[in-house]
């Protein structure tokens, strides 16, 4: 039995998520389509993968129309592709999947939840997030959350019911490749130097570093707060930005300008491949005020750097505090500065935490596992929803 499985995100930067996943269905026999809004990375992914792709523009903030169109758009392709299983990513694309594929009746409908934006949210936006979500859990067959700390707000918060929460493996979207790509010891000392050349970071440079999207909830603004007073005391210390701002959500003008300015703040905008920037730092920051499970925490650990990020959902998960990193209060600049000072001050503690970061994720967040796991939870659910035994019994 051939299985047809949709995959349908808001945005094509979040296809890189899905490609281990494709590759390992496709081996497996799945015929799959992704449906994004339309871009070069939706063309790309298509042409490595080899499934099918349609462009549906889908608005990553809240707008009626825009959205109205969107759910039209995708009833009339679940209708044409007629697809066992819909699995839906970001709220959004979740928001109107998951409409969509109900009223076409999917057998197997997944929302994916990869963090509750409502929780730095205000005023009618959080109200209408937490409403967008509890739609979604309510639609759905299974909600998967990519961390244990984010399930159990969804349920606290009475989001979703309990028996249609689950996480697969230990968490996380799609793992990390700690053998072949994120591991420090793939890159040259000599590629090291020529990038660290062409970024303009000296040798002796000590380096705090950040990957991300630079956007509000990230916690930029608190990082060039902690940033401005470090950099009066480590006079050899330089700050590594790797990710570009964005337009939705927008960090402040002046600390875009300030970082700008800046002649020890290095700012790359957007790589294809975060993984060569990694080996360049020492420390590793992520301050945001919400998450799902960050992919880039597991990837900073895994390249054998300790990480300073926020006490919040989903980064619990990913950093055991005072063991692979340390974890602060959220838009907490002050508290965000001394535990990077702990790190500048003390190369020790640095590296212990280094090597206990990597030792977890090759414990828990291999790629294959996840992967396997979530192979067996569309079986399982199609078991469920008796399409595997109908189509047994037909042949």
């Known amino acids: 039995m051939s299985i047809r499985l949709v995959h349908v995100v808001t945005s094509p930067l979040f296809l890189n998520f899905l490609e281990g996943h494709v590759l390992y269905l496709r081996d497996k026999g799945f015929d799959q389509f992704v449906i994004c809004s339309p871009g070069d990375l939706l063309d790309r992914f298509v042409n490595r993968t080899k499934v099918v792709g349609y462009s549906v523009d889908i608005p990553r903030d809240i707008k009626v129309s825009q959205g109205l169109q969107a759910l039209h758009r995708l009833w009339r392709l679940f209708r044409r592709i007629q697809p066992h299983i819909v699995h839906t990513h970001t709220p959004?694309?979740?928001f109107v999947g998951m409409i969509a594929s109900?009223?076409?009746r999917t057998p197997v409908r997944i929302h994916h939840n990869h963090g509750l934006p409502h929780l730095s949210a205000v005023g009618l936006k959080r109200v209408v997030l937490r409403y967008s979500e509890k739609v979604c859990c309510q639609l759905s067959h299974r909600v998967l959350h990519v961390s244990k700390s984010v399930a159990d707000v969804a349920i606290q918060e009475n989001l979703c019911a309990p028996h249609k929460v689950k996480v697969l493996a230990n968490g996380s979207i799609t793992g990390v490749d700690a053998i072949h790509r994120f591991h420090s010891e793939r890159f040259p000392r000599e590629e090291l130097r020529t990038r660290r050349l062409q970024l303009r970071i000296p040798e002796n440079a000590v380096v705090v570093g950040f990957v991300g999207r630079l956007v509000r909830f990230k916690g930029v603004t608190e990082l060039s707060s902690a940033w401005m007073k470090l950099r009066q005391d480590y006079p050899d210390l330089h700050l590594l930005i790797v990710g570009d701002f964005e337009r939705h959500d927008p960090v402040p003008l002046t600390v875009r300008q300030r970082l700008y300015g800046d002649p020890r703040v290095h700012l790359t905008g957007w790589v294809p491949d975060t993984s060569p920037y990694y080996p360049l730092m020492q420390i590793f920051v992520l301050p945001s005020y919400h998450e799902g499970l960050p992919c880039t925490l597991l990837e900073a650990a895994a390249m054998e750097l300790p990480v300073v990020a926020t006490r919040i959902p989903g980064n619990v998960d990913a950093v055991e505090d005072e063991v692979t990193g340390l974890l602060v209060p959220p838009r907490d600049a002050e508290a965000l500065e001394q535990a990077i000072r702990r790190y500048l001050d003390c190369p020790e503690l640095r590296q212990q935490h280094g090597k206990a970061g990597r030792e977890r994720v090759l414990r828990?967040?291999?790629q294959e596992v996840v992967?396997?796991?979530?192979?067996?939870?569309?079986?399982d659910l199609l078991r469920q929803r008796g399409?595997?035994?109908a189509e047994e019994h037909a042949r």
Do not use: G, V
């Open 92 to 94: 959004q694309a979740s």
């Open 102 to 104: 109900t009223l076409c």
């Open 364 to 366: 828990l967040f291999r």
């Open 371 to 379: 992967w396997e796991a979530l192979y067996n939870e569309y079986m």
């Open 387 to 389: 399409i595997l035994l």
